[in-house]
């Protein structure tokens, strides 16, 4: 153990204190500073669409499987969409095995939120009959290595797998009653450019997660207890945050364009 | 599905995976021109990517991919044993494997399943084996596997990706541990089977009974004198087959070890320079 790391061991409040003072962090960003970000589109093959994001070392990968599925009563004309996060316990020593804990619930509920406030999708597009058949897209989020802000790189992540989803053409008989799907895989999702990036700040003792679409406007602010803020301070947050959302499409349109040429 | 879980994020209470809608085409064992359908030759296994310290949070971490098989292990420890279990001389193993939702072609339920205990199982009898378990007295070492993609041959390449980590985390072990796959389909021998193969071979075995099966082999290549921690053998194959079997496995088992050696050595000189570049 060198020195340092005893250091933070034995009085942590004095470590941070100390680097806090030069308005720096123990890896010795910038307060204000985000971690360098790459994103990948289609790394798992099983998957109809996926995609792997590093926000510094967090790595999540999303992928993002369809399933055919009959539509609910109430919504005859809309299909699904079901995020899940699973937290993996090789991703830190933090994590137990057995069922999801608070952690990965949060995340998860937190993500349904943003994909249906925000109208990313139109559920609607992913009916193929009413009242008979539409498109169930399963989309899980494993998360690899957990370094902290998982809200940004799970969000990120599906975002970025929605936009390499393909699916197969759907063709239904209805004098049979019968099915058939084409066996390749042709039709990209119709996502409206619109476009949520999640942006929070973890204070140590309570974060911020600000969710901005592509034209500016507010999606999702989602501050779970934590440290009180002031009004203020949210307004810097959501100026970073717009940002930032600048920076991630751009890397995901990058990364897409470059998958066309590429194919 | 089973019962509801309410921990997660339901979908419609029932959805089919769309490729049994799909027009099966009549599938056969080899491509066209009667060699594999990746054109590799019998005995050549796929290409091999392995890397060290892709988990920050753990103690030794490894990520592995066989052609399209990628896993991730990540080992914690050795730490104090979980309050209440007993008091024991030697090192106590825990082991996990958690294939993602994602990671075959019919998307499988994040609840636990009996395919992914048997395999937690069967790796944990491997790895017991091979760690030093007298060296870490009333101490526990956990080993976590994340199945990112399954495309064939996945217990052998958790069992290498074990081994790496461990070996990452500077945990005392005998030697490094290799897993590879052999599949025998009409009396040929095939290594390192993809996943279409498996199922092929599965599917063949239990509608005719014909003779073929596979074989999985975790072993110690080196140091140990070549010992063999694993097999795992299903199918119908004769005795002299299998001792043939066990033969190609050992040679691939020395190719994948002289590669994990390499990665092994290039990561230490590697974080080595940097230590150096650091001090000055």
Redesign the interface.
């Known amino acids: 153990m060198t020195s340092l790391e005893t250091w933070k061991t034995f009085e942590p409040e004095s470590y941070y204190k100390s680097f806090l003072e030069k308005n720096k962090r123990p890896d010795g960003r910038g307060l204000m500073k985000v971690r360098p970000i790459t994103i990948k589109i289609g790394t798992?093959?099983?998957?109809e669409g996926?995609s792997t994001v590093r926000v510094g070392?967090t790595?999540v990968?999303c992928?993002?499987?369809?399933?055919?599925?009959?539509p609910?009563l109430r919504n005859p004309d809309e299909g699904?969409i079901?995020?899940?996060v699973?937290l993996?316990?090789?991703?830190?020593?933090k994590i137990k095995?057995g069922?999801?804990g608070e952690k990965a619930?949060g995340t998860?509920?937190f993500l349904?939120n943003v994909l249906h406030s925000s109208g990313v999708l139109d559920l609607k597009d992913l009916c193929i009959v009413p009242n008979k058949l539409a498109w169930?897209l399963?989309c899980?989020v494993?998360c690899?290595?957990?370094?902290g802000n998982l809200y940004d790189a799970a969000l990120t992540a599906i975002m970025a797998a929605l936009q390499n989803v393909r699916l197969?053409v759907?063709s239904y008989d209805a004098e049979n009653d019968k099915?058939?799907?084409?066996?390749e895989r042709t039709l990209p999702l119709m996502i409206k450019l619109m476009d949520p990036t999640a942006e929070d700040e973890s204070q140590g003792s309570g974060e911020v997660v600000v969710v901005l679409l592509e034209n500016g406007s507010l999606c999702t602010t989602h501050k779970p207890g934590g440290q009180l803020i002031l009004p203020n301070i949210l307004d810097d947050f959501v100026k970073l945050a717009k940002k930032r959302v600048k920076v991630v499409n751009n890397l995901i349109d990058r990364v897409l364009t470059e998958r066309m040429d590429t194919s | 599905m089973g019962s509801r879980d309410t921990r997660r994020i339901m979908g419609p209470e029932k959805s089919i995976p769309y490729s049994l809608l799909q027009t099966q085409e009549k599938s056969s064992f080899l491509g066209e021109d009667s060699s594999r359908r990746d054109a590799r030759s019998a005995v050549d296994p796929r290409k091999y990517f392995m890397s060290l310290g892709v988990i920050s949070q753990a103690k030794g971490s490894s990520y592995l991919e066989v052609g399209n098989t990628k896993v991730c292990c990540g080992v914690y420890g050795p730490m104090d044993v979980q309050r209440g279990s007993d008091f024991n001389m030697s090192c106590k193993v825990l082991c996990e494997v958690k294939m993602a939702p994602f990671s075959c072609l019919v998307r499988r339920s994040p609840q636990p399943d009996k395919q992914q205990k048997e395999m937690s199982r069967q790796l944990k009898d491997a790895l017991e084996t091979v760690i030093i378990l007298d060296k870490f007295p009333k101490s526990q070492i956990d080993v976590y596997v994340t199945v990112i993609e399954d495309d064939g041959g996945l217990l052998a390449a958790c069992i290498t990706a074990a081994g790496l980590a461990l070996c990452h985390a500077n945990i005392d072990v005998y030697d490094l541990v290799i897993g590879a796959t052999v599949l025998w389909h009409n009396g040929i021998l095939y290594a390192d089977p993809t996943h279409y193969e498996e199922e092929y071979e599965g599917r063949e075995i239990r509608s005719s009974g014909s003779e073929g099966g596979q074989l999985t082999v975790g072993m110690m290549p080196k140091y140990a004198n070549g010992q063999v921690t694993l097999l795992v053998q299903g199918g119908q194959v004769s005795a002299d087959n299998l001792c043939e079997g066990l033969e190609v496995v050992v040679e691939i088992c020395q190719r994948i070890y002289n590669l994990s050696r390499k990665t092994l050595v290039e990561y230490v000189e590697q974080s080595l320079e940097e230590n150096e570049d650091n001090a000055s």
């Open positions: 798992v093959t099983t998957a996926s070392h790595t990968m992928g993002i499987k369809a399933e055919i599925a009959t609910a699904f079901v995020p899940n699973e993996y316990p090789c991703s830190s020593p095995m069922p999801p619930m998860s509920q349904k169930c399963y899980d494993a690899i290595n957990y370094d197969p759907v099915t058939s799907v084409a066996s």
